[in-house]
């Protein structure tokens, strides 16, 4: 269990009251979350409850209809995900949009890569290299060699890739769409190390966005429930239960059942 993060710490990332409506669906309805810095806060729900949606707002993707949104305590309106990652706001895909036939140190400068100087944009690899693999020295990740192509690493390194291109990219809120998805337990071990590793250095706060409640509160701070694009539910990790998670999702299945 992580160590809990005060309430007296500054914000990081609020939504208060986000509604997301696309024509006559309402997605999102009154959302207000808190993430605060240096925090983990896990954010479940079953499909359909509108997370990936509420992800998209946060990371400038799409707007809300309604409702405001604060970084390090002031109002903005993100315009696109460009502005969100001028703001410190980086996303790591469940798909990790990693290219697999390039090497892993040209996949963590992807779109950001080190130019010489002159007219004629030509790459700098060895800079490149020596950046990548101080960057993965300094957050523990390893591998065989930076040169590899990603397509020739593991599902966890690549989970880790995907992670260490953000933090590269001085990211000051993380969001995490199921970094644990389809791993085995080692894998999904090697990722939840990877990630207190990165809240224990300092600097980061992170979302995660996750199904499975044992693993969520294992690396939580914080819990938040979403259901039908609501919050249903939101204390402490250490104040919460898998059990008490589930008799609420139990209950919302049977009010959704007799409907």
């Known amino acids: 269990m992580t160590q ?9 990332l609020r939504a208060e009251g986000i509604v997301k409506r696309f024509g006559p669906l309402t997605a999102l309805s009154g959302v207000s979350l808190t993430l605060r810095q240096g925090e983990i806060l896990g954010i479940l ?8 949606t ?18 390090h305590g002031e109002e903005v309106a993100l315009r ?25 140190y040209h996949n963590l400068f992807l779109n950001r890569e080190i130019l010489y100087p002159g007219p004629f944009r030509l790459l700098n690899n060895r800079a490149m290299r020596r950046q990548a693999e101080a960057c ?10 930076v040169t590899l192509p990603v397509e020739r690493l593991s599902g966890g390194q690549r989970q880790a890739i995907a ?28 990722i939840i190390d990877l990630i207190l590793r990165l809240k224990a250095a300092g600097g980061l706060s992170i ?5 499975n409640y044992a693993q969520a509160l294992e690396i939580a701070d914080h819990i938040v429930l979403m259901q039908r694009g609501q919050v249903t539910y939101e204390n402490r990790a ?8 589930m008799e609420i999702v139990r209950r919302e299945y049977r009010v959704v059942r007799n409907e």
């Open 238 to 245: 250490e104040s919460t239960s898998v059990e008490e998670l």
């Open 45 to 52: 729900g079953d499909n359909g409850a509108g997370k990936s």
């Open 80 to 104: 696109s995900v460009d502005h969100a990652r001028s703001l410190g706001i980086e996303c790591v895909y469940q798909d990790l949009a990693l290219a697999n036939s390039l090497s892993v």
């Open 207 to 211: 979302i995660m966005i996750m199904h």
């Open 4 to 12: 809990p993060v005060s309430a007296t710490v500054p914000e990081a």
């Open 136 to 145: 993965l020295e300094q957050i523990g990740v390893h591998i065989p060699s």
């Open 163 to 190: 992670v260490a291109r953000a933090v590269n990219s001085k990211a000051r809120v993380l969001l995490l769409d199921e970094p644990l998805a389809a791993m085995g337990a080692r894998e999904a071990g090697l």
């Open 54 to 71: 509420l992800m998209k707002i946060l990371t400038g993707f799409v707007p809300p209809t309604e409702g405001k949104l604060f970084v």
